[in-house]
């Protein structure tokens, strides 16, 4: 049984940093496509990021771009997510995603991707 869990979010200030946790069991993050999304109130869950398997290729939303950084702990089988200089409009739900049926390509549409974890609350206000 494949399980994410999400962790790491809270409230920070307009240009601070957060790190988001995304830890698997029944999967291996090295070897699956993995993916963040984000949803705010009142709007579509949007890509933010994802890395095929091995991170041989990375791709990020270009809102994100320089900022945000996906990178992997193959020990604790756990994804993470870099966010660095946030700004209010970052603010959202955060969820990884992981996508079995295809471990090549990194889709930005959320409906390509086979689990998800519970998301966590990103919070940025002065």
């Known amino acids: 049984q494949v399980q994410l869990t999400n962790s790491g979010g809270g409230l920070v200030q307009p240009g601070a940093s957060l790190r988001l946790s995304c830890t698997a069991s029944g999967l291996s993050v090295t070897n699956t496509a993995m993916a963040w999304f984000r949803q705010a109130p009142g709007k579509e869950r949007e890509f933010v990021g994802g890395?095929?398997?091995?991170?041989?290729?990375?791709k990020y939303s270009d809102s994100v771009k320089g900022r945000f950084t996906i990178s992997r702990d193959n020990t604790l089988n756990t994804l993470y997510l870099q966010m660095n200089s946030l700004k209010p409009e970052d603010a959202a739900v955060y969820s990884c995603?992981?996508?079995?049926?295809?471990?090549?390509?990194?889709?930005?549409?959320?409906?390509?991707?086979?689990?998800w974890g519970q998301g966590t609350q990103v919070t940025v206000s002065s």
């Open positions: 890395s095929t398997r091995y991170g041989s290729r990375m």
């Open positions: 995603a992981a996508r079995t049926r295809s471990t090549f390509s990194l889709p930005m549409e959320d409906s390509e991707y086979d689990y």
